[in-house]
């Protein structure tokens, strides 16, 4: 048989954890259509080939926890996500933390807007209400890399209920539900929720399993930004640990409903948080020994990003530019900001401050902005909520420990039930998150090679067969015969990359070839996907 590329002389990781075994790939229409040995791939021919002498093989990675939903239905977001590409992310899922751009109903989109346009190249125009209409319109215009999507509670809730604080009625939660039915059967991967951000903020355990359980009828996975993720918050009242309380409510959630659990980015926010992570993750063990199938995913980095919305008290969300706009809003706010003086002047880094007017504020911290505004780091942050329109994203330190102490992040990443994810919001406009550009490579060479915190094996199946299998893709995430031809290449020996909070837009080394759906966007470590639309909406199961 002619194949359409043959991959020679590498060595294969498969994503499924197996040990490396040398194996040649024939690829035909789009799929791995056999591993060969030596003898027969040198007998084999093919319109294309790549020698990956000395490399590894590996599945595309994928970014189980993207919010790049949001970007996807630019036409040129071919070149906005090209840095997902270059480190060897070939699908992402995204509509995660409870925002999807699907489903919405006509008429709710500038509800969505005010929460994710932060997520946003630009104001988006929803041509689209259903996930189905969504992905035909994504494969109507084209796709860079593969994206299969969850379904947000948050955009269900603005959907059916506006921006209401209140519970559901009867009827508003079965109207919800019939929303996520319908999405579920349009394919999307699962549900997702966002505790910590209004409305996910607002939702109690009972409305969330009642909303879980049709995810998880239809074959879906839960995912969960939980509602604390340090030890105090504003969530709960109780002496214990809040983020343990946090991972308790949705493995209760995930019991009722019988419902996959993915926890979302599993960080332990500040020092005082980090001690905590033994106690969280044996938690989580006892919770999937007694029956509930919980798993969680994590990035290789001590800084996140997120909105600037996102340490605002729950009873500001739905009139925040109000607040910001009176005398007395402020005040108030002020006011509760005051125990949060130290946290915003040391680790909360300004990534996109909207106002090109506030431009070289970007990339600094804002006990940095405050000295140069010469404002208290609360005012300082609060003017620029109030300036952007409370569209800011920001990058916020101390997640899981900082340059010395990485034991919190470290026990995270390398334990059995993690994934690796990403949860950027990269768009063309502001200072970047560095995991934008590094995630993958890093996790390959600074924790795999430098410091032995796992094995390659291990961290590939973190990166692809794991995320596949969680996210319900049966297609991807492994190299085996049948699977979709996505792959990256690299060397073990140099893989990696530098990009950190303070220089992020760095490209990373040692990444030889990426392929998506058999066709090559970097080829010989050079980039050449300027154009190429190889990827393809992706529904549960497929
Ligand atoms: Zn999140």
Known sequence: MEYDLL????????????????ADVAVKDRRIAAL???????????????????MIVAPGFIDLHSHSDWIAPIPEHGSILKPFLMQGVTTFVGGNCGFSVAPIFPGKTRLLDASGQMLSERKLDWKWTSVAEYGAHLTRQGLALNVAHLAGHGSIRFSVMGSSAADPSAEELRAMQSTLERAMADGAVGL???????????????????????AAAAGGVLTSHLRAYSTRSLFFSSEV?????????????????????????????????????????????????????????TFPYTCGNTTIRIIFPAWSQNQLEELLDSADGWARLAAGF??????????????????????????????????????????????????????????????????RNENALRAAMSHPLNAFEMDTILTSRGHNNPASFGTYPRILGYYVRELGLLSLEDAIHKMTGMAADRMHLRGR??????AAADFCIFDADKIGCDADARTPDRDPTGIEHVIVNGRSVVKDGIWCGDGVMAGQWLTRGA
């Open 241 to 297: 640990a809040h983020n343990l309380l946090a991972v308790r409510e949705m493995v209760s959630v995930a019991r009722e409903a019988r419902a996959p659990l993915q926890i979302s980015h599993l960080i332990f926010v500040g020092r005082r948080t980090w001690p905590t992570v033994n106690e969280i993750l044996a938690n989580i063990e006892k919770a999937r020994n007694d029956g509930v199938d919980v798993a969680f995913d």
């Open 36 to 54: 060969l040995d030596p003898i027969e791939g040198a007998q084999a021919s093919a319109a294309n080939a790549v020698d990956a002498n000395g």
């Open 192 to 214: 997702s929720t966002g505790l910590g951000y209004f409305p996910g903020m607002i939702a109690k355990p009972a409305e969330l399993a009642a909303m879980a359980r049709v």
């Open 338 to 403: 005051q125990p949060l003086k130290p946290f915003i002047h040391d680790t909360v880094q300004l990534m996109w401050a909207v106002k090109p007017e506030l431009k070289h504020f970007e990339g600094m911290f804002f006990g940095e902005i405050a000295e140069a505004m010469k404002l208290d780091p609360v005012d300082a942050y609060l003017t620029i909520a109030r300036e952007s329109g409370t569209r800011a994203r920001v990058l916020i330190h101390l997640y899981s420990g900082d340059d």
């Open 7 to 22: 991959i020679r002389n590498g060595t294969i990781i498969d994503g499924s954890g197996a040990p490396r075994r040398r």
């Open 477 to 482: 995430g492994y190299v085996r015969a049948g």
